[in-house]
């Protein structure tokens, strides 16, 4: 209910009951006052008879009370007035008029009681007064009762039923309390227009505030509220005036802040306060990303964080990550669909073997289907009714990786409501992803041979226990070939340094040709090689070996002097096989690649326990 109508029936209420109350006291007031002014009345007529009587009885014309008493009855507002004989006179001077006995038990109650008593009928539907009015002997006076009558001092001798009109004190009584509560009423409605006037400017600025509270939790701070008074009401209207219009200013600049720091176009029609809360805590979020992010250990736990960024907190199920190789002309696929492990889908395969063929990769430019559905001829979703949008990562001012969503048509304009929120977290992740590929490019600098690209001892150090227990785990067996490439030394002796290292570039080349690309090739040290074959079985290795031996012997080596042939010995121990530890393992291989050497060299030669002659001294 408003406020000005709960003033409205406040006001109403009160003017009501003061009537009320005002109408029933003044009824009863006059009421009341009639009932005195009747007594009264009647016993002013009382006296007249009483002294009437009086002097009839001394000058002897007590027998001609009767017309006195008609002509009395006559007098306005007086109906009757009849006299009532005691026992006491009758017994004095014998029964008088009929008209003279009691007729009814008020009668006969007086004369018992000698007291007075009064009632209000109804006559003919007007209120009439009756007042029966004892007369007693008494003494005092002159002439007295006691001189005519012989009863003792108090006796009733009758009494006389007066009865009055009072209709037309009623009638004056109502006028009365009609004019009274006439002005009343009109009193109580001129505060009625009063309270409303007077309430008008607080109602309507109530109104006017409310409606700008509701305005402003919809996001709009526009709505003003119109300022009716002079006073705190007038001075409330200019203070919410002015904090709407502070809140429409600050909110607007920190909107347009935030949506240049996310390059977005902010909605003019939109809920400024909604959007500009929605536009921070995309900001915060991505703030929180990058710090969850930097504390990641490798840029493969990154791309995971940020696959699972796009399909939960932007709910695009369909997606695909890629990262540009170092050479800049490959790309590979780092995740699809929240899949690591999955191979390139929504693209084709293609641009995984020739970057360029990316277009996001070759521009460096955002590049959206949803507008130009035929801008990117690489896009193969399978489905016509799918559109994607393509981010590049740059990292040192290249491609360094490209974020790929695949949506269906009518989600197109949501997605691009999230694309700058989206970039928010691609510019945050750029640098620490760029920052863990240079980590990880040291990492494998120093865990490879810079000269032959192998992987040399200290990966073999750093990595060879977590291969151990995976071949424990899965019951396998680890087969460990030691290689030395014979009269290696002559080489350099012969054709210098340069051609020594041809050779050792040459046979790396053979040796990773020769094993499968799970197994690990490992430059031992100078022209001694480590190979360490995965899931073999029995003399599997032998095999391997000696394939190795001979695609080794077959090399030829072209130097600006010379065209080298080549050999190499081997030797093989398999893990847990030969030995319960695999560095032990990793001993008897070097053992028999001894006794390759001793025999002849050229040649493959696979452990066996006789030829470990030191197991004491190791």
Known sequence: ????????????????????????????????????????HSRSVAEVVRVHLTEAMINGTIDRRDGFLKRLAEVEGLESARLVRSPALDEQYGAGMESEQARDAIELEVLASGAERFELVTKGGEPVFRNT???????????????????PEGAVLGAISITLSIAGMKKSALLTVGAMVAAVALFGLLTVLVFRRLTFPLTA?????????????????????????????????????????????GLTTIRDNVARLVRATPGEGTNLLT???NMVEGLINAAQFKQSIEEDETRHEVYSRLARVIGEVFRVPRYSIYEVAASKNRISTVNVDGDPDRECHWCDPQILIRAETCRARRTGHTIDSLDNPLICNAFRPGDESLQHVCLPIIQSGSVGSVVQLVVAAEEGERLKECLPFLNAYLREAAPVIEAKRLMDTLRESNLRDAMTGLHNRRFMEEYMDTLVASAQRRHTQL??????????????????????????????????QSVRASDLVIRY?????????????????????????????????????????????????????????????????????YKAKEQGRNRVVHFEPEMWENAEAY
């Open 205 to 249: 600025t109530a109104r006017d505030v409310q409606h700008a509270v509701a305005e402003a939790v919809e996001g709009c701070f526009r709505t003003r509220v119109e300022s009716r008074t002079n006073d705190e009401i007038g001075q409330i209207a200019e203070d919410i005036n002015r904090l709407t219009k502070h809140l429409q200013q």
């Open 525 to 593: 040290g100078g022209e001694e090689f480590l190979i360490v074959l995965q899931d073999t079985r029995e003399r599997s290795a032998d095999q391997v070996a000696e394939k190795i031996r001979a695609n080794v012997e077959a090399m030829k080596i072209r130097l600006p002097t010379a065209v080298l042939q080549k050999t190499i010995s081997i030797g093989i121990a398999d893990f847990p096989t030969d030995s319960e530890t695999f560095w032990q393992a990793l001993k008897f291989a070097d053992v028999a690649l």
């Open 133 to 151: 009015i004892p007369f007693r002997a008494t003494s005092a006076g002159a002439p007295n009762c006691l001189q005519c009558h012989q009863v």
């Open 479 to 512: 087969s460990v070939l030691m290689l030395d490439l014979d009269f290696f030394k002559q080489v350099n002796d012969t054709h210098g340094h340069d051609a020594g290292d041809t050779v050792l570039k040459a046979l790396a080349g053979v040796l990773r």
């Open 275 to 277: 959007s500009t809360t």
């Open 1 to 40: 209910m408003r406020l000005n109508t709960k003033v409205t029936l406040f006001a109403a209420g009160i003017t009501v009951a003061m009537v009320a109350i005002l109408t029933a006291v003044s009824l009863l007031s006059f009421r009341q006052f009639s009932i005195s002014a009747a007594r009264e």
